[in-house]
């Protein structure tokens, strides 16, 4: 059984620039959430999809947006960038919102120069 | 204070020794608890996850939860090099949410 995928596993883009990350979960899961790690924030929320809704956002500004699709597969574009979006992005990939396991993708390093 | 808590680290334990990684939480509408194990440039790999007070154990790993007194724990027996990562506890809030703790760092020495 596949695991959840996210492409691309790395990117370098300029600040100014917008991005748009995949992540494809396993197969069957409807629910996907995105995360941003960074060495001084850790692993922060930045929202989930489920059945191609949005159910719950973080705190993070309007130029990080996302979407779902009908085959779970989700994306998370970030516009105008700044230098402080480079981080790993994780999503991560369960089949329904509660009480069950959640499982990362391998994520995507993004450097914001 | 932060919604999930870890044991500061770094925490270093000889090669066989077991190793204890603890975790509280103060939102008593989280559901479920998760801790992952994530080595150096990698992602978070899902070691444990529990919803029911008590023990989970899961080969050298146990998960401990103790919902009246907010607090999650992490045991690993028969400590291995290998093991040596950061340990991530998160908790489960409604709406897929995960609220993870900044992290142990625990380190086994041969």
């Known amino acids: 059984k596949a695991g959840v995928t996210q492409t691309p596993r790395y990117l370098i883009k300029t600040r100014g620039q917008q991005v748009t990350l995949s992540c494809s979960p396993i197969?069957?899961?409807?629910?996907v959430s995105w995360y941003q790690q960074t060495p001084g924030q850790g692993l922060q929320f930045l929202f989930e999809?489920?059945?191609?809704?949005?159910?719950n956002k973080g705190n993070f500004p309007g130029r990080f947006s996302g979407r779902q699709f009908s085959n779970s597969r989700s994306e998370m574009n970030v516009s105008t960038l700044e230098l402080g979006d480079s981080a790993l992005y994780l999503c991560?990939?369960?089949?329904?919102?509660?009480?069950?396991?959640?499982?990362f993708g391998q994520g995507t390093r993004l450097t914001v120069v | 204070q932060k919604e999930v808590e870890q044991n500061s680290g770094p925490l270093s334990v000889p090669e066989g020794a077991i190793a204890s990684l603890n975790c509280t939480y103060s939102?008593?509408?989280?559901?479920?608890f998760f801790w992952y194990r994530q080595y150096s440039g990698k992602s978070p790999e899902l070691i444990m996850f529990?919803?029911?007070?008590g023990d989970k154990e899961d080969g050298r790993f146990t998960a401990q939860l103790n919902k009246a007194s907010q607090y999650v724990s992490l045991l690993i027996r028969d400590s291995q090099p290998s093991d040596s990562a950061t340990y991530l506890c998160?908790?489960?809030?409604?709406?897929?949410?995960?609220?993870f703790g900044q992290g142990t760092e625990l380190s086994v020495k041969p």
């Open positions: 999809y489920f059945s191609e809704t949005q159910r």
């Open positions: 197969s069957g899961h409807r629910s």
């Open positions: 939102d008593r509408g989280s559901q479920s």
């Open positions: 529990i919803y029911s007070n």
């Open positions: 998160a908790g489960f809030r409604q709406g897929g949410k995960l609220i």
């Open positions: 991560a990939s369960s089949w329904r919102t509660e009480n069950t396991e959640a499982f």
